[in-house]
């Protein structure tokens, strides 16, 4: 029995995927390969749709067939949601900390395209660290 959580997934189920994932290559516009079936879309917003549409219905089959060591053996596992619960602990307390309440204005504004400059920092210290490089590397010559 096929239970029906309100969106057709039985019609989703028996659908045939009407569009094929492309295949980048360095000759050609990716963008052409999609069809939009929307007119109020533009390519780059169907190719945006696409990959999103290809997600949730990867996510509604794993739903209809998951993997249960004892009932269903041969389901769905899904590899495509991360849980953080390791350190569910130290996350809760700090999110709930009072400094976590007050926005900054440059979070209300387009950062630098290179990406913070405390990141590119820390993403530099911690790169010549742990892999070892025998200069320290410059946060100038990192994209975060």
């Given at each position: 029995?096929?239970?029906?959580?309100?969106?057709?997934?039985?019609?989703?189920?028996?659908?045939?995927?009407?569009?094929?994932?492309?295949?980048?290559?360095?000759?050609?516009?990716?963008a052409a390969?999609?069809?939009?079936?929307?007119?109020?879309?533009?390519?780059?917003?169907?190719?945006?749709?696409?990959?999103?549409?290809?997600?949730?219905?990867?996510?509604?089959?794993?739903?209809?067939?998951?993997?249960?060591?004892?009932?269903?053996?041969?389901?769905?596992?899904?590899?495509g949601?991360?849980?953080?619960?390791?350190?569910?602990?130290?996350?809760?307390?700090?999110?709930?900390?009072?400094?976590?309440?007050?926005?900054?204005?440059?979070?209300?504004?387009?950062?630098?395209?290179?990406?913070?400059?405390?990141?590119?920092?820390?993403?530099?210290?911690?790169?010549?660290?742990?892999?070892?490089?025998?200069?320290?590397?410059?946060?100038?010559?990192?994209?975060?």
């Amino acid at each position: 029995m096929l239970l029906n959580y309100g969106d057709g997934l039985e019609r989703e189920r028996s659908r045939k995927p009407d569009q094929k994932l492309p295949e980048f290559c360095a000759v050609g516009d990716p963008a052409a390969m999609f069809s939009s079936n929307s007119s109020y879309l533009s390519s780059r917003g169907g190719i945006i749709k696409w990959f999103w549409d290809s997600a949730e219905e990867g996510y509604r089959t794993y739903h209809m067939d998951e993997y249960d060591e004892d009932k269903n053996p041969s389901g769905i596992i899904n590899l495509g949601t991360s849980e953080n619960k390791l350190c569910f602990d130290l996350l809760s307390r700090r999110l709930s900390q009072s400094d976590m309440l007050r926005v900054e204005p440059s979070l209300l504004q387009y950062p630098d395209w290179r990406g913070h400059l405390f990141l590119r920092e820390e993403v530099a210290r911690f790169l010549s660290f742990y892999c070892k490089s025998p200069a320290p590397l410059k946060p100038e010559n990192r994209l975060s």
